[in-house]
C-alpha cells in the first residue's frame, strides 16, 4: 500500500530544504508521493511539481493559513486551491505583510539584549514567509540557545517581553476562501501539544458546517490522550481523518514520511481540488 506525506515545509517559509529536497527525500524513504503546504504562501510549487517528476513520485500542491478563531490560534491546510484566486491570496498577502512586521518587531526587542539583526533573520531566501522559526534559527546561529525549541521556550514563547501577536484570518472564513478557491481544507494537527488544549468538538462541528473535509489527527505533535474525543467527533461529524509528518528539514525533530495518509485519501483530495497535480 502507497503512503502519502500531505504536510511539509520548504525554505520558503520555515522549512531548511528546497522543495526539490523534499521530492527525492519523498522518494528515498519510499513515499508514493508528498503536499509542499509552506505557510501562507504557493512559491515552492513550481519547483516541487517539477522534481516530483524527476523523482517519480506524485505531487500535491498545499498551503498552510495561519487562523484564528475565538482568540485561539488554528492552522488550516488547504489542498489544491486554484492560484489565481484572488479573495483568498490577497487575504493571504495581509498575513505575509504581518508577519514580517511582527518579524521585524521582535527582532527590534530582541536586539537590545541578545546580538541578532534582521539581515542575519531573513538570510538569503528573503522571499520566504518570515516567521519566528527564523528568529529562533539567527539566536541559534548567533550561539545564544542550541536548537529552535530552546529559543522557543526561553524567549520566543506568548509570555515573552519579546514575543508580539500577529494578524490571523478568521478560521470560518478560510475554511470558506479554501473552498471557493477550488481548495480541500483540512484542520492541522488539532490536538498538538503546543496548544493549551485540543480543538473542540464543538469547533469541529463549527469547522464542518463552513465546509471542512478533514482533520489530521495522525500527527507527531498530537497528543495521544486528547485524540479519542477528536476521533468520535469527527467520525460523527463525517470528516476524512489524515496523517503527516509536518517535515521541516532541520528545522524539526520530524521525519518525512513517519505518519502518513493513505492512497484512498490522496485521491479522494486529488479528485476534489481545483489543482489536483
Do not use: C
Not at 162 to 190: C, F, K, N, Q
Amino acid at each position: 500500500m502507497r503512503r502519502f506525506d500531505l504536510h511539509t515545509h520548504s525554505v520558503h517559509s520555515d522549512g531548511t530544504t528546497r522543495p526539490a529536497e523534499i521530492a527525492r527525500e519523498a522518494a528515498a524513504v519510499g513515499l508514493g508521493g508528498f503536499a509542499l503546504t509552506d505557510h501562507d504562501t504557493v512559491d515552492g510549487w513550481s519547483e516541487a511539481r517539477d522534481a516530483a517528476r524527476e523523482a517519480g513520485v506524485e505531487f500535491l500542491p498545499g498551503i498552510e493559513i495561519t487562523t484564528k478563531h475565538r482568540w485561539h490560534s488554528r492552522h488550516l491546510l488547504g489542498y489544491g486551491i486554484d492560484p489565481a484566486a484572488g479573495e483568498l491570496f490577497d487575504a493571504l498577502a495581509e498575513v505575509r505583510s504581518s508577519r514580517v512586521s511582527r518579524a521585524r518587531e521582535m527582532v527590534r526587542r530582541l536586539s537590545a539584549d541578545y546580538r541578532i539583526t534582521w539581515e542575519e533573520v531573513v538570510g538569503a531566501e528573503d522571499a520566504r514567509t518570515v516567521g519566528r522559526p527564523h528568529i529562533a534559527d539567527a539566536l541559534v546561529a548567533a550561539g545564544y540557545f542550541a536548537d529552535r525549541g530552546t529559543a522557543f521556550a526561553e524567549v520566543l514563547h506568548p509570555g515573552s517581553p519579546y514575543y508580539l501577536g500577529t494578524y490571523a484570518i478568521d478560521t470560518v472564513e478560510a475554511i470558506r476562501m479554501v473552498r471557493s478557491a477550488g481548495g480541500v481544507p483540512v484542520l492541522a494537527h488539532p490536538a498538538a501539544l503546543r496548544q493549551q488544549a485540543p480543538v473542540a468538538p464543538v469547533e469541529l462541528q463549527e469547522f464542518r458546517a463552513a465546509g471542512l473535509w478533514g482533520a489530521e489527527l495522525d500527527h507527531p505533535e498530537n497528543r495521544a490522550d486528547w485524540l479519542p474525543l477528536l476521533r468520535e467527533a469527527a467520525s460523527e461529524l463525517e470528516l476524512a481523518v489524515t496523517g503527516a509528518s509536518d517535515y521541516h528539514g532541520a528545522g524539526k525533530a520530524n521525519r518525512l514520511g513517519e505518519r502518513s495518509s493513505s492512497e484512498e485519501i490522496w485521491e479522494a483530495i486529488r479528485g476534489l481540488a481545483a489543482v489536483p497535480r
